[in-house]
Nanobody
Framework: QVQLVESEGGLVQAGGSLRLSCAAS????????MGWFRQAPGKERQFVSA????????SYSDSVKGRFTMSRDYTKNTVYLQMNSLKPEDTAIYYC????????????WGQGTQVTVSS
């Protein structure tokens, strides 16, 4: 079992920045990749970014590429999502999740945290 706890989100003006964190506990040694997803009201949950825990390589959705940066602190079992140049369309509940192996689904999820970007 893995437990994921996200930091509080917040309200920020368009163009502003916000950093989210996600701390993993439990069987963290078995985590292969951690990801961030988001879900806006009335929309499906979408992929935002991911990082392979062991090597730190990252991937991003086109909608956030160049504005968001995902990183990890291996020793603290924590990942971060630095969000810059925020837009109102970034408003959503952000979820942290993890995969326990290559090709496996994201089986473990955090509780989600609200990010609201005002125009």
């Amino acid at each position: 079992q893995v437990q994921l706890v996200e930091s509080e989100g917040g309200l920020v003006q368009a163009g502003g920045s916000l950093r989210l964190s996600c701390a993993a506990s439990g069987r963290t040694f078995s985590i292969y990749r951690m990801g961030w997803f988001r879900q806006a009201p009335g929309k499906e949950r979408q992929f935002v970014s991911a990082i392979i825990r062991s090597v730190g390589s990252t991937s991003y959705s086109d909608s956030v590429k160049g504005r968001f940066t995902m990183s990890r602190d291996y020793t603290k079992n924590t990942v971060y999502l630095q969000m810059n140049s925020l837009k109102p369309e970034d408003t959503a509940i952000y979820y942290c999740a993890c995969q326990l192996g290559v090709g496996m689904p994201y089986d473990y999820w955090g509780q989600g945290t609200q990010v609201t970007v005002s125009s």
